[in-house]
């Protein structure tokens, strides 16, 4: 079974910047594709970010190309999404998860799920 917990989120004003983590359990890290996956109030959920098991294949949602970086530390078991002039329309909970492939992370259909932690950008 994977773990995955997220830290990072919170509240922050248009045009800041915050750091999402999200550490995966050791024996599974090395094999899936990872990403985020959002979800705001009121809407469904969408893509955000995917990162390939070796970290050297990135995806990300046209809606925050630019803006946000997705990357992995191996070492630590660890990915991140970095995510720099951040808009009010970004606020949502932000899932970490992961899969057997980087397809069904991009898809939306992953295997695995973090709890989640909520990002919210003030105007």
């Known amino acids: 079974q994977v773990q995955l917990v997220e830290s990072g989120g919170g509240m922050v004003q248009a045009g800041g910047s915050l750091r999402l983590s999200c550490a995966a359990s050791r024996s599974s890290f090395s094999i899936y594709g990872m990403g985020w996956l959002r979800q705001a109030p009121g809407a469904e959920r969408e893509f955000v970010a995917a990162?390939?098991?070796?970290?050297?294949?990135?995806y990300y949602a046209d809606s925050v190309k630019g803006r946000f970086t997705i990357s992995r530390d191996s070492a630590k078991n660890t990915v991140y999404l970095q995510m720099n002039n951040l808009k009010p329309e970004d606020t949502a909970v932000y899932y970490c998860v992961a899969a057997s492939n980087l397809a069904a992370v991009v898809a939306g259909s992953p295997d695995h799920w973090g709890q989640g932690t909520q990002v919210t950008v003030s105007s």
């Open positions: 990162i390939s098991w070796s970290g050297s294949s990135t």
